[in-house]
């Protein structure tokens, strides 16, 4: 896993290495905060830290149905 996970929150034209390229909304990449390529990337207003968190087992969740949700 990257050290920086950050998901793009708008679309947007990066230019990096000389190369040009679209990057599309919800994509993830390793950008470290405060860099040059955060700033390439539209800042910190246009990514969003990605959160992760302990595996579910299925003993922990003995119900994952989403009956509930329904009407």
Known sequence: MSQYPRTILTGTWVTWD????????????DIVPG???????GGPSNLSPVITGPAISPEAA???SREALSN
Do not use: F, M, N
């Open 18 to 29: 000389g190369v040009q390229r679209y990057v599309r909304p919800g994509t993830v990449a």
């Open 35 to 41: 860099s040059q390529l955060e700033a390439a990337y």
């Open 62 to 64: 003995p119900c994952l």
